[in-house]
């Protein structure tokens, strides 16, 4: 009787680390899934981000010509560009935590604390 309750606590205990085991496993791969999925969306938005500045660049650039032709001088053009990078700037500083803040926190939150698909409890 003795034995057979050791047995069983032995295959208990067997069980048990087999499925913190399994867990374990589980979380390091779920880890490394969110993990490289973070790496390739910030390498690729890092890539379109540069692609975009030089879009954006040679854009104002030529916004820049085109306004000091219409006003017969191109420092006018260029400073009239900078005025509205200026306020496109500040519109942007005022609008910081709804556009920025908040969402980085959100995706950082869903990035910490997963919801498992095997997770029903």
């Not at 779920?30 to 910030?42: C, L, N, P, T």
């Not at 053009?77 to 803040?101: D, P, T």
Request: no cysteine.
């Amino acid at each position: 009787m003795k034995e057979s309750i050791t047995s069983e606590l032995d295959e208990l205990k067997n069980e048990l680390e087999e499925y913190v085991q399994i867990r374990v496993d589980l979380i390091k791969l779920h880890i490394a899934g969110e993990m490289s999925r973070f790496f390739s969306s910030f390498m690729t938005k890092t890539v379109m981000l540069y692609l975009f500045f030089f879009v954006f660049m040679f854009f104002s650039i030529a916004a820049g010509l085109v306004l000091g032709s219409w006003l017969d001088s191109y420092a006018l053009g260029f400073a009239a560009m900078g005025g509205l990078f200026l306020i496109a700037a500040l519109i942007f500083w005022f609008l910081r935590k709804q556009l920025i803040e908040r969402h980085v926190v959100q995706r950082f939150i869903e990035l910490m604390f997963p919801k498992f698909d095997d997770d029903s409890d």
